[in-house]
């Protein structure tokens, strides 16, 4: 079976996908913020009033759970592909 004979992806596979793609994309939105208010001039006690302790949270927590997802992934792909059928042979 070649790769483009391989079945489409599942829905739980796409939900995955899309949580991965949420939840790094925060990550790196969270980064950005925290760079962006360094570079205009907020010093370690500024970060830890208002909105920016969870800012400073979020790729803490966001960045393992993403990983734990493509795992997931990888796992699940891996799986559906095997059923499938999508293991060489040998003749």
């Known amino acids: 079976m070649s790769s ?3 079945p489409p992806p599942s829905r739980p596979e796409r939900v995955i996908a899309a ?3 949420g939840t790094i994309g925060l990550s790196i939105v969270a980064f950005f913020a ?4 360094s570079w205009q001039g907020l010093e370690r006690g500024d970060f830890a009033q208002g909105l920016w302790p969870v800012i400073a949270t979020i790729p ?3 960045l393992p759970a993403g990983f734990i997802l493509i795992i997931v992934l990888l796992v699940l792909s891996t799986r559906r592909r095997r059923s499938s059928g999508g293991h060489a042979s040998s003749h």
């Not at 925290?34 to 208010?37: F, P, T």
Request: charged share 10%; no cysteine; net charge negative.
């Open 4 to 6: 483009l004979d391989a």
């Open 19 to 21: 949580a991965i793609a």
């Open 34 to 37: 925290i760079i962006i208010g």
């Open 60 to 62: 803490l927590i966001a």
